[in-house]
């Protein structure tokens, strides 16, 4: 194993370590090519002699071996083909070797030719200079390829792979299909086939890759195939290209990526470890939060951690990053039987230390949630269970505040009641002056947290995020969905903007507030400067291959009920502060009145029974004077 690649990190105080591995695996190197010399013309004396060397052959062989070998050895250095990385050799290298071989024979043959009696015995017969030059030379390089193709081989077999059709087969293709398979940093991508329009290709293969068919052949190569994936291998490509390959994967919901511009790779200054799908955090318009804490481990590793919702975008991401600290065991709490399924199934595949418990229920039956968390025994209650939809809860208020306000106050007091260590309740920026019903929910449930907090021993906490990318329901896979439709994207207003995050912030975020909490705090993440959302849209288009109004059109259609055209952090009242953690803000709750939530939540479990959703805008609205709610009944008139 050469130099470079070593199989474990050192650190910086090892460095003589290094050096001192380094220059074993040098001589290791050079003792490899003097065998290799040595036997090429030890081989070469033989093949010269059919195998029955005589004894004065024999002698001239051991007289003329030293001399030989090392002049190989010192054309070898002096041409650089000995500062040739092994496992990088490839046919730009090969001039070394020419080079090295000409010196080498040049210098054999004029020692051979040269009139100086001295000189008898290394005068090497002509014939075997030749096949001593061919076998010898031979031997380094392929001593060197057969060391590439190892590495290749064992880095394809320690990744998982998949299969991918390459869109051109001309020297950007080239270099992909071999970067492909040997880059680890490509993600184990196999190259399966190539299109290409020009008809002087079809038929023919580069590097065992087949050229099968034209651009118009795409579909039908990638179904023949079962291909995972498209790459657009075209050093300069146009729009209108992009654009089909775009459509035809669209069809067969699999991802297309693009390869760097190939002058670029010849300079350097990208490499195709960049060669990767547009992730939703590439979205942001600033770095993605990364929260680690060892308090975080002290509240999670080794406890039963219970999270609701666990179906959900956030519930599932909350699940993966729980588990992966180490729980001794956790509960996925759902109501929909085939997302329960699925992330249960997940989680399992992950192979968890901890007892995964699946537990389908609703939220807001009491007797059922208190059953099941008297049967856990949480330490940890992470509450991700919720409407969120703003303008369905516009049409439906009594579910909102069934399940955001009732199933909050049942898993908290429940919670408390059985001692559970923490309680978590994931809320939204919308809670924040409202003008929704599905806001002002959340905000009674931040109310309801409040209430509870301090009168037990369990550690109530609120966090509060802005808008999830790439979470069900959320712009962009409707955004995504619409550009695989042909459009248009819809905008509601071209003035309309959010604060974002990723769905592992949001997780992160959560996790953290859980460990940090002391009782009754909101915590809100930093998300960095607003996006417009007809921003975000044009970027999802240019990100997709087309450009905006030209091959997909934006419409706007006008705000929808209940929705903000600026979303809020928190309110004044509030007093947000950083944490140690400058990422996060933390604020305290204003104190509502207790006689008063209380008589709030009798009176809103009675108009929600009764499905008055003029009542329920009117009442919300009496008791959040911050609130901003259309009181009039508008639900079902989007049927008309």
């Known amino acids: 194993m050469p130099p470079d690649s070593l199989p474990f990190e050192l650190s910086a105080p090892s460095s003589l370590l290094r050096r001192l591995l380094s220059a074993s695996y040098r001589r290791l190197q050079l003792l490899a090519d003097t065998v290799i010399c040595v036997a090429g013309l030890v081989l070469a004396y033989f093949l010269r002699f059919d195998f029955n060397l005589s004894e004065a052959e024999y002698a001239r062989l051991v007289a003329q071996l030293p ?14 083909a000995r500062a040739r990385i092994w496992r990088y050799v490839s046919l730009q290298d090969m ?6 071989a000409f010196c080498a024979t040049s210098l054999v043959l004029a020692v ?20 001593d030059a061919g076998l010898a030379f031979g031997g380094l390089v392929a001593a060197r390829v057969s060391r590439r193709a190892l590495d290749s081989r064992q880095s394809t077999h320690t990744r998982p792979t998949r299969g991918a059709v390459l869109v051109g087969a001309g020297r950007a293709g080239a270099l992909a299909v071999r970067e ?23 038929g023919n293969s580069i590097a065992d890759v087949r050229v099968r068919g034209r651009l118009d052949d795409l579909a039908r190569v990638v179904e023949e195939c079962g291909a995972d994936e498209v790459i657009l291998t075209i050093a300069e490509i146009r729009p209108a290209v992009r654009r089909r390959v775009a459509q035809i994967c669209a069809k067969f919901d699999i991802p297309v990526r693009e390869v760097p511009g190939f002058f670029e790779l010849l300079q350097g200054r990208v490499s195709f470890s960049r060669l990767r799908a547009v992730s939703p955090e590439d979205l942001l318009n600033r770095e993605p939060v990364r929260l680690e804490d060892a308090r975080l481990r002290r509240v999670i590793q080794g406890r039963r951690i219970l999270i609701t919702g666990a179906g959900g975008s956030i519930g599932a991401e909350l699940a993966r990053q729980a588990v992966a600290i180490g729980p ?7 109501r929909a039987e085939p997302s329960l399924f699925a992330i249960e199934s997940e989680i399992l595949r992950l192979g968890p230390a901890a007892q995964v418990v699946p537990l389908l229920g609703d939220v807001s039956n009491e007797e059922r949630m208190r059953w099941l968390l008297s049967e856990f025994k949480p330490d940890v209650v992470v509450h991700a269970a919720a409407h969120k939809h703003v303008p369905m809860m516009e049409l439906h208020p009594g579910e909102a505040i069934c399940n955001n306000v009732g199933g909050t106050l049942t898993m908290g007091r429940i919670s408390a009641e059985l001692g559970v260590g923490r309680f978590v309740l994931v809320s939204t920026d919308k809670a924040v002056n409202p003008t929704s019903v599905m806001g002002a929910s959340k905000r009674l449930a931040e109310i309801a947290v409040e209430h509870l907090s301090g009168k037990t021993k369990t550690v109530f906490s609120t966090v509060r995020f802005g808008n999830v990318l790439d979470s069900a329901g959320s712009v962009i896979p409707i955004f995504r969905r619409q550009i695989r439709d042909g459009g248009p994207v819809t905008v509601t207003d071209p003035e309309m903007k959010r604060y974002f995050m990723s769905i592992p912030e949001a997780a992160q975020l959560v996790l953290q507030a859980g460990a940090i ?13 607003p996006v417009k959302i007809i921003d975000l849209a044009r970027k999802m288009i240019e990100l997709a291959g087309f450009e905006p109004e030209i091959d997909i059109p934006i419409k706007i259609t006008g705000r ?13 009242t509030e007093n947000l502060d950083k944490t140690r953690h400058p990422k996060i803000f933390v604020g305290q709750l204003v104190p509502f009145p207790e006689d008063q939530f209380v008589n709030c939540v009798a009176e809103l479990n009675r108009l929600s029974k009764l499905s008055d959703g003029e009542a329920i805008r009117q009442y919300l609205q009496e008791m959040l004077p911050e609130a901003q ?3 009039e009944l508008r639900a079902l008139e989007h049927a008309d």
């Open 67 to 80: 001399f030989v070998v090392l002049v190989q050895l010192m054309a070898m250095h002096l041409s650089g």
């Open 95 to 100: 001039p070394a070797y020419f080079r090295a």
């Open 112 to 131: 051979r030719f040269a009139p100086i009696a001295a000189l008898d015995a290394l005068r090497v017969p002509l014939s075997i200079i030749v096949i």
């Open 180 to 202: 492909l398979r040997e880059n680890v940093e490509s993600g184990g991508v196999v190259p399966l086939a190539f299109v290409d329009d020009d008809p002087l290709k079809q």
């Open 328 to 334: 001794s065991a956790i509960g996925l709490l759902e």
């Open 517 to 529: 909490a002391d009782g009754g705090e909101v915590f809100v993440l930093d998300m960095g400067e």
């Open 560 to 572: 929808r009920c209940g929705e903000k055209l600026f979303e809020e952090f928190g309110q004044d």
């Open 629 to 631: 709610l259309d009181v």
